[in-house]
């Protein structure tokens, strides 16, 4: 058997790489875990899934042994991943989103981009820790702290991209297009001028200059209905649509966001969406929290997902969103850490259905497999991969939770994915392997030995 942690050595260059794991337990997508999972892998791809191999039969025997339950990379399809500077400091004497807003921008107007590029592979770091193969990071930090454009004007994406993939991470850099302060079109201002192209032609001009690369997609964001002029919506969707980008936007996170688009044009955040050409398969509403009947049919009869960000929605006080009946209608459901209040991606899917208990009183709206198909290949899609399954011909991502934890414990005499699915947390997490490469063994990441220590350490300079 392979050594613990000790990835097999490259072949000569043009020889196949070939390496094989075996799951204790492996969730392959159905309702529950299966015993004994072979997995090889050719070159960073999975090439063959065999459930029921015993782990000292051949191949197996020669296999890095995954001891626990292991499912596919977990996806988190919204990330601002300079918000993670203010974790804990909002919590006495900010009364509601538009206070915790200023504390965000008091960051944003500080960075630059060796401070954001610091703060970014310690987060990804964090979030590797936590079980994540893949983030979706939702952008518009786009300009200097005057607000004029770098050198090369995609600098401070490059600067995350280059941060994700020194921690080991896929990334989707949804960059995203705010030129207003508010849906009467109000100039931006401040710290704000650094997230503005001008126009949004401007937008997609720099945005061209942008590739798909080696665990890299470029996909497209509409900062929300506030932040983009009604004129700009539709173009935005068209340009993400042409280059068959994901496309993502804030969905009525806040009522006052509800009630100043209402007044300007009329309708809701998502009949106006809805009616520039915006919502679809490809696009991804985060948060969704104030909808009406209509809005909830709209989403769901046009596929729109759904990124529910719990662990923010709850702190900032937004309130729960319908994750039930958009699932109901025909939404996709998948999860982000959003804000950074916390990153643990099992805690974002069970609070969907454990939420919704707390709200209905009745249990059992969402089942296990299902907040599984959350955290991953419902997420995958979102972001434009295709990572989110143990399949033959699919990348090889991988997350193992122990099942040995005060938390886990138990869970080998009972139903082994909902017990990791409704107690596990990011703690539980012991390997993560993204395109065949082990980041995290043992718990441990591999390339940020110290991932606490290198967030101390930037976070202090804020």
Known sequence: MTAAGQPASRPPSGAEHRQAFHAEYAWLGDESAVRDVLIEVADGTIVGVSPGVPADAPPADDAVRLPGLTMPGLVNTHSHVFHRVIRGRSQSGVADFWAWRELMYDVAGRLDPDSLYALARA?????????IASVGEFFYLHHDADGRAYADPNELGRAVVRAAHDAGLRITLLDTCYLQADVGGGALTGVQRRFDDGTWQRWADRVDQLTDGERLR??????????VPRDALGAV????GERSMPLHFHLSEQPAENEACQARFGVTP??????EGVLGPRTTAVHATHLTDADVVALGSSSTAISMCRTTERDLADGFGAAVRLAAAGSPLCVGSDGHMMIDLWEEARAIELDERSVSGRRGHVRAHQLAHALTDAGARSIGWNTGTIAAGTPADLVTVRLDSPRTAGARSGDVLAHVIFAATAA???TLVVDGTV??????HRSVPDVGGELDAVIARF
């Open 428 to 430: 539980d997490v012991t």
């Open 237 to 240: 969707a068209a340009y993400a």
């Open 270 to 275: 998502t009949r106006l969406l809805a009616g």
């Open 123 to 131: 987060t990804y770091a964090e979030m590797a820790l936590a079980g």
């Open 218 to 227: 470029i996909g497209a964001a509409i900062h929300s209905v506030r932040a």
């Open 439 to 444: 980041v995290v063994r043992d718990g441990r």
